[in-house]
């Protein structure tokens, strides 16, 4: 694995069976519930930051890698708008816009990333991370199965290590399948 400014190559990205590293979900949450709306400011520009490299945008939807992934090639996917309901603040055809680029993305994540499973979630709250987003987690081959779905999913039993240009590469590679 490279280290925090070292250039990343596919090879080095971490993998299955690879240790996480613990993550302050205490902190976080903190954070999170005191701040204003993270994709609101990356639609913006206005993020600091470039842990959240964007993956593919259009006038409306938005995809970006997760600055806090659990698994190799989480991404999430957000309507620019702030919207808070999956189904109540999208117009139909709204909904199915959205739903196409989780698709395009997803198959893009695992045209790149290794997957025996990838996990599609609208997670968030009224209480922190209001705005609608939706998750794709895509699962490595070989994770035991006591390892695998919420439990791999949840910060709580820690994040991948890995650095800015890992990140980078990854996000130019998962831009390069979508075209």
Not at 71 to 96: S, W
Not at 151 to 174: K, S, Y
Request: with cysteine; hydrophobic share 40%.
């Amino acid at each position: 694995m490279s280290t925090a400014g070292g250039e990343a190559t596919s090879h080095d990205r971490p993998a299955a069976g690879v240790a996480k590293v613990p993550f302050d979900v205490v902190a976080y949450g903190r954070r999170v519930q005191a701040s204003g709306c993270f994709i609101c400011a990356i639609v913006a520009g206005t993020h600091e930051g470039e842990w959240e490299q964007i993956i593919v945008e259009d006038d409306e939807n938005i995809a970006f890698l997760s600055k806090y992934p659990t698994l190799l090639g989480y991404v999430l996917v957000a309507p620019k708008t702030h919207r808070e309901h999956a189904v109540r603040d999208l117009a139909e055809d709204e909904y199915h816009r959205l739903m196409a680029l989780v698709y395009r993305v997803t198959r893009a994540v695992e045209s790149v990333v290794p997957s025996e499973r990838t996990y599609l979630m609208s997670l968030g709250s009224q209480q922190g991370n209001s705005h609608l987003h939706w998750h794709i987690a895509p699962l490595p081959p070989g994770v035991p199965y006591h390892d695998q779905q919420f439990h791999a999913v949840m910060a709580e039993n820690g994040v991948i290590p890995w650095t800015l240009d890992q990140a980078r590469e990854l996000a130019t590679q998962l831009r390069e399948a979508l075209t």
